[in-house]
């Protein structure tokens, strides 16, 4: 039977324009028509020179053919997945999506761009809102908040099925078998966070909380890298954006002229995730230059036409749209701050040990030579010592790359195995074991994502009517003089507008 395939060019293409199509609504409706023909002006430029460059013979890398009958399984298996962890409402929702339909429903019923009054208070909407705006905008065209939670169904799965098409590539894995594991893998992926708790509970008095959602939890005190599908489910509008930038990145990690129209849409899909792949990219891009002996000509492709004009116009848009918002002042409950471990340092040792070193180790052999693999190892060591918003969004989020560049090394590592499995009477005593590690971090890794969505399906199966109650808005909690969590009042709004750089100077349409 054959097998369906897409040219590098079209999956480059559809993935761009996935990640680029929110932006466009997003420059519409938000900005000044002059601002936003010159910042479509600079996307479209670059556009047709990743269009021109992919379409190069020399450029014209093969992709690996999907299996027929994998790919209708990943589908649909994709679709079950979505369905439960909430996306469209046909089921319950886990507790973040009372932030998600709130985000939804004022980019539905509120004209663009989104302000607030409450008591006097006035404010603008800003947030990571792109992954809202294909929905949004479909709500708002049909007057129907509905229309827009089953469009947000249809947008997150279509994106979904990209990072399935890409992680198969980045993998090289061209038999079904494997196809058929990573299209399983893709929504339950996780750290081995159950050995690591097990450990800790028999080596100290504390222990962990929130059923797998945390690692641990004492008070304020929070650390936790979610598994996969509890990212699909609780914050999904910036994973599934995130993973294609980081899929598009890795396949285009030579190509660090096209790097900012890559990696800057990330801003509006999802700050803090954003901020994770920072790493990567300068890593990746320095190394790129000291190992190039023509530096100059380095340097020129660095800061070439692409890179530079949707940066002046793309990058400095969205940077004024979050400076009112990530740079004004805050308690101390919401700011960055270091994580004051003191007696606790067992737990760390445990959570990063288990968690991260066992895994670097076992995959230096592959990886030993590349940037990436450092970066991602240091990044996962390094973020549970800091700690911001009420409960360390920072971490949560921002290790969501070094995450899914994990999983990617993980699931290449057992691909390559599997095609060498003839071999591995051969194999030293230090590579039987490092399979063998594998095969017991990957399989337990899975053990709490199995549980959630178990417990999202057995929750759902005597569900009871579950549309017709009243959707809130964000505006309700738009004071800082209210007595309410922290987190409610300073994570979605830009305060003092008047004086607000996006407002004054960008803004489509004033109070």
């Known amino acids: 039977m054959s097998r369906s395939v ?32 010159i910042t479509l002006a600079a996307i479209g430029y670059a556009f047709f020179s990743i269009y021109k460059y992919t379409g190069r013979p020399e450029n014209r890398k093969s992709l690996v053919r999907l299996d027929p ?73 049909t007057n129907s908040f509905r229309t827009a939670e ?22 090289k894995a061209d038999r079904y078998v494997m196809q058929f594991i990573t299209a399983l893998t893709l929504p339950f992926f996780g750290i081995p966070l159950w050995i690591s708790e097990y450990i800790l509970r028999r080596v100290s008095d504390f222990n962990r909380i929130g059923e797998g959602f945390w690692f641990f939890g ?83 492709r660095l800061f070439g036409d692409e890179n530079i004009l949707v940066m002046l116009t793309l990058g400095v848009i969205l940077g004024m749209y979050f400076y009112g918002n990530v740079f004004s002042e805050k308690p101390e409950t919401v700011s960055l701050t270091v994580l004051p471990y003191d007696s606790r340092h067992i737990v760390y040792f445990v959570f990063v040990f288990v968690n991260i070193i066992i895994y670097a180790l076992v995959l230096w052999k592959d990886n030993g030579t590349d940037i990436i693999f450092f970066i991602m190892t240091a990044v996962l060591v390094l973020l549970p010592l800091l700690r911001m918003g009420a409960f360390n969004d920072l971490v949560m989020r921002s290790s969501i790359p070094g995450l899914f560049i994990l999983m990617i090394l ?18 030293s005593v230090f ?25 999202a399906v057995k929750a759902n199966d005597d569900s009871k ?47």
Request: hydrophobic residues 50%; aromatic residues 16%; negative net charge.
């Open 6 to 37: 897409c040219s590098r060019r079209s999956l480059s293409i559809i993935s761009l324009l996935y990640l680029y199509i929110p932006i466009v609504i997003f420059l519409i409706g938000w900005t000044k028509t002059g601002v936003c023909l």
């Open 69 to 141: 009958l994998v790919t209708v399984f990943a589908i649909l298996f994709f679709m079950w997945i979505g369905y439960y962890a909430g996306w469209g409402r046909w089921v319950d929702q886990a507790p973040d999506w009372l932030k998600h339909n709130a985000v939804l429903s004022d980019i539905v019923n509120k004209s663009w761009p989104v302000y607030y009054t409450n008591e006097n208070e006035r404010s603008m909407l800003v947030y990571y809102i792109a992954q809202y705006m294909v929905p949004g905008l479909a709500g708002k065209l």
């Open 150 to 171: 089953i469009v947000m169904y249809v947008w997150n799965e279509a994106g979904l099925f990209l990072v399935f098409i890409h992680t198969v590539n980045l993998i």
């Open 218 to 300: 004492d008070g304020d005190f929070l650390i936790q890298y979610s598994n996969n599908f509890t990212l699909l489910r609780w914050v999904v509008p910036q994973v599934i954006p995130c993973w294609i930038i980081m899929a598009l990145f890795l396949e285009y990690r030579d190509e660090m002229e096209f790097h900012v129209p890559i990696a800057l849409p990330g801003i509006l899909f999802g700050t803090l995730s954003f901020l994770g792949m920072i790493p990567f990219i300068i890593a990746n891009d320095l190394e790129l230059i000291i190992r190039n002996r023509d530096i100059k000509k380095s340097l020129r």
């Open 410 to 427: 993980v699931l290449k590592f057992i691909n390559d195995h599997m095609a060498k499995a003839d071999r591995h009477a051969r194999d």
């Open 431 to 455: 590579m039987k074991l490092s399979v063998l590690t594998v095969i017991i971090l990957f399989i337990t890794g899975l053990f709490y994502p199995f549980t959630e969505f178990s417990e």
């Open 465 to 511: 009517e579950i549309y017709g109650f009243e959707w809130t808005s964000l505006e309700e909690f738009a004071n800082r003089d209210l007595h309410i969590n922290d987190d409610m009042k300073y994570n979605y709004y830009a305060y003092d507008i008047d004086s607000n750089l996006f407002y004054r100077h960008i803004a489509r349409k004033k109070f």
